[in-house]
């Protein structure tokens, strides 16, 4: 289908199945070489990575675990900054060498706490493997270890993907008609 109406907006095929699976396949080859030996802990981010780390982590070869998180975000009750608190780290970081699994990364904000904040956990590593990036929106300095692919500046649905809850069933990208 060259066009998807989700919800009340029209997207366009922007990436198919097949460059998908590619850059998938070539993460998690880096992957199987990089940590032979080493029993990685994947530590998917929710909502977005679910499917992306589902279909890596039956890519990765060598022994794994994966765990996911999330960040809730509310209106504190005492004031009206946003507060962005990650829940469902059940599993002992210390030592490990984890893999953090993440769908996109534009300004690169609210991965820069999350790395930051799994510092405080001590793992023996931690790496970024990362399905897209949109450079011109990326305004921090953490490097992505595993990147699939850079795109351009656009909102982008499918695979994970989501407008407003909408989309993320879809099987390809597609990628907002202005
Ligand atoms: P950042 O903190 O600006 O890097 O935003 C990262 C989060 O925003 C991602 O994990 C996504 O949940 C969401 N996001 C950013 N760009 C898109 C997009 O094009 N489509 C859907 N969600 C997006």
Redesign the pocket.
């Known amino acids: 289908m060259e066009f998807e109406e989700v919800k009340d907006k029209v997207f366009r095929r922007f990436i198919s199945r097949n460059q998908i699976d590619q850059v998938v396949q070539g993460i998690a080859d880096q992957i199987n070489s990089d940590y032979q030996g080493k029993n990685p802990l994947f530590l998917g ?1 929710l ?3 679910f499917i992306f780390a589902a279909d890596l982590i039956r890519a990765v070869m060598i022994p794994c675990q994966i765990s996911f998180v999330k960040y809730a975000s509310y209106v504190g009750t005492t004031s009206t900054t946003e507060v962005k608190e990650l829940i469902g780290l059940n599993e002992e970081l210390n030592g490990r060498h984890v893999i953090v699994v ?12 999350l790395l930051k904040e799994l510092k405080n956990y001590t793992p023996a590593s931690v790496k970024l493997a990362c399905l ?1 990036l ?1 450079p011109e ?2 305004v ?1 300095s953490f490097r992505i270890d595993y990147l699939g692919m850079e ?1 351009p500046n ?4 499918g695979y994970g ?3 407003d809850g909408y989309g993320r069933n879809l099987t390809e990208i597609f990628k ?1 008609e202005n």
């Open positions: 981010v909502n977005g990575a993440e769908d996109i990364v534009d300004s690169g904000i609210t991965m820069d706490h897209f949109k929106a990326f921090k795109i656009a909102f982008v649905v993907l989501d407008y907002l």
